[in-house]
């Protein structure tokens, strides 16, 4: 199947700093990329839909200027948390649109804001 | 965006094969159903995909009825890594934005 990267894996950061997760499809060009994030023993919650050359778009209740999304390639797509606090830890996970409208997801970011 | 109804959780002995049924009774003319594995920590993991009637692949099958209310996945001869937890998604695949919405899946537990 088609692979999608995400980095870091893991990082800690100190509440008030932003931090920046790179999401990479390898083998494929990707349109739209989408970002979720996963709280411990929930589901993983849509956060927001990336499409390259575009704004992206928010679900409900997530803040634009707080989760900086860019979609700079058809192959890249980040999500900066910006002025990071406590409550933002969480697993934070990219997924990727192959052309056959297929979705993969990356590994995960886990997320810790000291 | 269809709503999805799936168990909880499970709980089966390796060897033996699993079947999880999801309910999606709103399931549009143009939505596909897919289905996901996810091992804590990591991301979901792709695992099949299918409209109608039956698919198969080498990790799985998917049954659809006629009425694609519902599907069944059907995971043959279950070992104890396949120990995780299943999302049935349904959303259309071939066009316009696709967005997966997550419901709490099925955690499958897998007994020696």
């Known amino acids: 199947g088609a692979v999608v990267s995400q980095h870091p894996s893991r990082v800690i950061c100190k509440s008030g700093t932003s931090v920046k997760i790179e999401c990479r499809s390898l083998?494929?060009?990707?349109?739209?990329m989408f970002w979720y994030r996963q709280f411990p023993k929930q589901s993983l919650m849509l956060m927001a839909t990336?499409?390259?050359?575009?704004?992206?778009?928010?679900e409900q209740g997530v803040e634009k200027d707080k989760f900086l999304i860019n979609h700079a390639s058809l192959t890249l797509s980040t999500l900066t948390v910006t002025s990071a606090h406590p409550e933002d830890s969480s697993f934070y996970i990219c997924?990727?649109?192959?052309?056959?409208?297929?979705?993969?997801f990356g590994p995960g970011t886990r997320l810790t804001v000291t | 965006l269809a709503k999805t109804t799936q168990p909880i959780s499970m709980d089966s002995y390796e060897g033996q094969e699993v079947n999880i049924t999801c309910s999606h009774n709103?399931?549009?003319?143009?939505?596909?159903i897919t289905w996901y594995q996810q091992f804590p920590s990591q991301g979901p993991r792709f695992i099949i995909q299918?409209?109608?009637t039956k698919v198969t692949n080498e990790v799985a099958s998917l049954f659809i009825p006629a009425d694609r209310k519902s599907s069944t996945l059907s995971l043959p001869r279950v070992s104890l890594s396949d120990t995780a937890v299943y999302y049935c998604?349904?959303?259309?695949?071939?066009?316009?934005?696709?967005?997966?919405?997550f419901g709490k899946g099925t955690k499958l537990s897998v007994i020696p």
């Open positions: 997924s990727a649109r192959n052309p056959s409208y297929e979705q993969y």
């Open positions: 083998d494929f060009q990707a349109t739209t």
């Open positions: 990336s499409n390259e050359g575009s704004k992206a778009t928010y």
């Open positions: 709103n399931i549009a003319t143009n939505d596909y």
């Open positions: 299918g409209y109608k």
């Open positions: 998604l349904v959303g259309a695949t071939r066009a316009g934005s696709y967005q997966l919405t």
